[in-house]
């Protein structure tokens, strides 16, 4: 799952340019038991399988005792949503641990006593916290200076100021009938930012209100 999106686009970038370490560790890896299982059934009688604390804690200590880590987040639908402000505070970090949860979910005691943050993309259940990862780790990935080329576009982009982006065009100025906003292309850089805010702000009310709360 995280082979295709970590070797191609701007995570791939980031790494070939010595910007960001991505690492992907199996956590069957760390178990000790001869079938590398790494889930249980619950106490209680719970349907589903969970998570075992084994080799969770093996994995972070063996990470911890390389290097220190800001943060040990634990990607779960009940966590705190991940929004931009979160991501820009989270890509000023040095370094981060994310584990991703599976089957029914993992041994409390993981969350208890080995995380120091949880976080979740949305009120939704995926099969797994792999996606989710992915989605964090491009958002932080993207934010490191000199990662994208015009550090200015992603300053720009929806949410930085509680706002949603404004519409952006491109070449031809008219096609099929359909033309580009004329203040686009009038070269007054004072009206043409006016006239983003403005856009900016009434698509925000109109689709996003509870962002201007």
Partial sequence: MFESPLNCSILKRACDKGLAEIHVHNLRD???NKHRKVDDYPFGGEAGMVMGIQPIDACISALKAERDYDEVIFMTPDGERF???MANSLSLLDN?????GHYKG????VREHLITREISIGDYVLTGGEL?????TDALVRLIPGVI?????ALSD????????????TRPAEYNGWRVPDILLSGHEAKIAEWRYDQA???TRRLRPDLLE
């Fill in 132 to 136: 989710p990862a992915l989605c964090v």
């Fill in 30 to 32: 760390y178990t000790l």
């Fill in 158 to 169: 929806s949410f930085q100021d509680n706002l949603l982006a404004p519409p952006v065009y």
């Fill in 96 to 100: 981060i641990i994310i584990l991703c």
């Fill in 106 to 109: 993992i041994d409390y005691r």
């Fill in 201 to 203: 702000m009434e698509r």
């Fill in 83 to 85: 929004d931009q402000p």
């Fill in 149 to 153: 080329g015009d550090e200015q576009s």
